[in-house]
């Protein structure tokens, strides 16, 4: 191979959101990038989240294939975090140690536990823990020996100084880059940024946001200096970003609507609530609050009230209005203790962020009300109730209300939600938590359309959109690397496709051969709660 191939991720990048900094005062060297090459609109997958994303943008298959659908897996009612045994089937950078090339791969999500190569060197990214393993195993301390500890996370909702947060974080990226390039002969150099996700999330400040963009475009000019006289240099991110209106909670929905039974129970969907309303603050005056909310919460539940009615119960005591101002995203949340009752519920929404709904089948679930032979007209009506749905100001909650079979395909198809959810133009948050139905909740989330930024003219017509599911096959075809016979995408640009091989059958033990990640998850549940991914 004559030249050797850059993959950089930037997680949650939308042209809506950077295009105006995408120039020589700011974003210099993605401007660069983009000067002899493409610049293109980079369609996500259904639902346009970091943990099923990601794995097809390495994968190159739609969820429906690698089964993953949302942060985390379920087993009946249960849910378990994802790690990369979830994902059923192989990485490009796998599919490239197979046939003898040498992958460097830092920061990438749902890579953990770490794969071990045989030429090259992961680094695990988004949904480890802090403590995670390198491969090689050797590497993290040869790493912080020099250049002090790794971090995956930086320290979501610090006020001090954010921009120098998340640089320090983002720093990371690039420095193991060029630690790591000291070391290898590498053909792959792939490094991810989660931290132009979480400033979207995070902050407020445009101003800010444009800071720490500009330093990790500094990184991304630092890292495309690895590479050889004329890299082949991609840049691409796993969805989009942008204004979000309300909060839809479904399953407060399906349990008016007849579908959902709840119960009172332990908040499983609220880590975010904060220390504010737990009484953990050492502000006398907040606990006191926090106790007072507390127990007027349980006094009314304890009568039989609903979610809504004890939000208006609240207020109906002066308290509504404290809760908003102690706890203003999470208010509504914190401010009752209802839970789904899977076991009695028709259908529910059981996955945080799925976009999808579950319907609760006899015979395949641990306690099924629905017979098999009454699934699809129950689905139907579902999907016809759900289709209508409207907002307090008359709006049309759902672009689509689709069965799974027309949104996935695959042998996974079966761990898809029932019923998928497309939300009109992505301006609703569909949330499981089960209070008052919506929320009006403006702020920044994610949109179907990512970016994809290359040196090469990827005959992306202008303004064209490429699929999320091109990558894999495209760096593959760039490396010389057989193209995967079930890829859901196609080569992009001057690259040749060349032979197709099964990845399966080549590179198909590399997410078994480290084993499963037993250590706990809760550091890793807290961050997502954090960024608003599990209410």
């Keep these: 191979m004559s030249q050797n191939v850059i993959l950089l991720g930037v997680d949650g990048l939308g042209f809506s959101e950077i295009s105006p900094w995408i120039r020589e005062e700011n974003l210099a060297n993605l401007h660069e990038v983009i000067r002899t090459g493409t610049k293109s609109k980079l369609e996500s997958t ?56 040498t992958s460097l791969v830092i920061n ?43 971090e995956v996370y930086p320290s979501y909702g610090t006020d001090e100084d954010p921009v120098t947060e998340y640089t320090r974080v983002a720093r990371h990226r690039r420095d193991m880059a060029q630690f790591l390039d000291e070391r290898y002969d590498w ?27 500009e330093n990790v475009d500094e990184f ?50 609220f880590r975010q609530a904060k220390d504010e309303l737990k009484g953990e603050r050492g502000d006398g005056e907040t606990s006191g609050i926090a ?27 002066g308290l509504d209005s404290v809760v908003e101002r102690v706890l203003p995203e999470e208010a509504l949340v914190a401010a009752q203790n209802h839970v789904v009752d899977y076991e009695d519920s028709v259908a529910y929404q059981l996955l945080f962020n799925s976009l999808g709904i579950h319907l609760n089948v006899d015979g395949r679930e641990p306690s099924g009300q629905v017979p098999q032979e009454d699934y699809e007209s129950v689905r139907s009506e579902l999907i016809r109730d759900l289709s209508g749905v409207r907002d307090p100001d008359g709006n049309l909650v759902f672009d689509d209300v689709l069965p799974r079979e027309e949104v996935y395909e695959g042998e996974n198809l079966e761990a898809a939600p029932d019923v998928v959810l ?114």
């Excluded at 994802?82 to 990485?91: C, F, K, L, S």
């Excluded at 053909?187 to 963009?213: E, N, P």
């Excluded at 490396?479 to 197709?500: C, I, K, M, N």
């Excluded at 037993?518 to 550091?523: K, L």
């Design 422 to 535: 497309v939300p009109r133009d992505y301006t609703y948050d569909v949330s499981g938590s089960v209070v008052d139905t919506f929320r009006r909740n403006e702020h920044k989330n994610h949109k179907p359309d990512g970016i994809l930024i290359s040196n090469r003219d990827l005959g992306v017509d202008r303004p064209g959109t490429a699929s999320i599911y091109d990558i894999a096959p495209t760096v593959a075809a760039a490396l010389g690397l057989p193209v995967d016979s079930q890829r859901d995408g196609t080569v992009l640009g001057p690259f040749e496709a060349g032979d197709e091989l099964d990845w399966d059958e080549r590179a198909g033990d590399y997410r078994t051969m480290a084993g499963s990640d037993t250590g706990t998850t809760d550091e890793v549940e807290d961050r997502l709660a954090d960024l608003g991914y599990m209410e």
């Design 46 to 101: 259904s639902p346009p989240w970091t943990p099923c994303a990601w794995p097809s943008f390495l994968s190159g298959r739609n969820p429906g294939k690698h089964g993953v659908f949302d942060f985390f897996t379920s087993d009946g009612y249960d849910k378990e975090l994802i790690d990369r045994g979830t994902v059923a089937a192989p990485y490009l950078f796998e599919m490239a140690d197979s046939a003898g090339y």
């Design 291 to 317: 106790t007072l909310i507390g127990t007027t919460t349980s006094a009314l539940s304890a009568v039989g009230l609903s979610p809504r009615q004890l939000h208006r119960g609240l207020g109906a005591v």
């Design 108 to 150: 990438y999500p749902v890579t953990h536990p770490a794969p071990e190569l045989e030429h090259g060197a992961v680094v695990p990214g988004y949904l480890a823990t802090e403590d995670a393993e390198f491969h090689p195993s050797e590497l993290r301390d040869e790493y912080e020996a020099e250049y002090g500890e790794y």
């Design 187 to 213: 053909d792959l150099l792939a490094v991810q940024f989660q931290v132009t996700d979480s400033i979207f999330h995070d902050l407020d400040d445009r101003d800010a946001i444009r800071q720490v963009l």
């Design 220 to 269: 991304v000019g630092d890292i495309v200096d690895l590479g050889d006289e004329d890299p082949h240099v991609f840049v691409a991110s796993d969805h989009g970003m942008g204004d979000y209106e309300w909060t839809f909670y479904v399953n407060s929905w399906l349990a008016e609507n007849g579908y959902c039974e709840t119960t009172t129970g332990e908040e499983q969907y």
